[in-house]
């Protein structure tokens, strides 16, 4: 008896570790590489996962905000993918940093010129943007992501405060507070190669740490329900 409730428990937490380090449901979201300051420049990630077993997702179509319009914004290309930038005249001029616009970049699309992101990966699309507000703490995108059967998921959904999260909601990039006085919005954006370099490697270290758990927890559930199944043949043999 006590033999089989070591294997049981084993088997039991082999599968945990293999289910903590599986990846938590994704949607398409937004994320600076290194640190999004006010007042400055970032590269920004679209990330899209493939959420479906039998299409791939073949259209990345970006809104970008019109309240807080961007002047500057420079997709990075990107293999097996083209790109185009829409400009168009805003709602009404925008005064950014002691200049006055009409028009800005409303949206941003990609197409797959080959089979796209196919079940099981995701992509990321690079864009590099700013002026970033001053006035704002965060940026909202709105994206449609078309399949190759057709389908299309809108990321539109605006999260609202106290409601829990939306099915489908909209990337959200977050801003942080400009530098205290004596360092420029600029100063900390040349930063984010460093800090997303360190990211990228924190990131790899915790990837392995749970590829390392996964594989011991699975040795070790194995070894437990053998050590159950020989203990019970020498019970029956005794």
Do not use: C
């Not at 008896?1 to 599986?22: C, D, E, N, Q």
């Not at 990107?78 to 005249?89: A, L, P, R």
């Not at 992509?123 to 299309?152: C, H, I, R």
Request: hydrophobic fraction near 40%; charged fraction near 20%; proline fraction near 7%.
């Amino acid at each position: 008896m006590k033999a089989s409730r070591i294997a049981a428990a084993a088997a039991v937490a082999g599968s945990a570790v293999v289910v903590l380090s599986s990846p938590a449901f994704a949607h398409v979201s937004v994320q600076p590489e290194g640190t999004a300051v006010k007042g400055g420049y970032a590269v920004v990630d679209f990330k899209v996962p493939n959420e479906r077993d039998d299409a791939s997702t073949t259209k990345l179509e970006v809104t970008f905000p019109t309240d807080h319009p961007l002047a500057s914004v420079m997709p990075e290309p990107i293999s097996g993918w083209t790109v185009k930038v829409t400009k168009s005249k805003l709602p009404k001029p925008a005064e950014m940093h002691g200049e006055t616009i009409t028009e800005a970049v409303t949206k941003v699309t990609w197409t797959a010129t080959g089979k796209g992101v196919e079940p099981g990966y995701f992509q990321k699309f690079p864009v590099s943007v700013g002026m970033l507000p001053t006035d704002a703490d965060q940026l909202v995108f709105k994206a449609l992501q078309t399949y190759s059967d057709k389908e299309v998921v809108r990321w539109i959904e605006v999260q609202k405060d106290g409601a829990e999260e939306p099915e489908n909601p909209a990337p959200v990039l977050e801003l942080a507070a400009a530098p205290a006085s004596g360092a420029t919005a600029e100063d900390a954006s040349e930063k984010t190669e460093n800090t997303a370099a360190d990211t990228t490697t924190a990131a790899d270290s915790s990837d392995t740490t749970a590829r390392v758990l996964a594989v011991v927890g699975i040795a070790f559930g194995a070894a437990g329900v053998a050590y159950g199944v020989l203990a019970g043949r020498r019970r029956t043999t005794v």
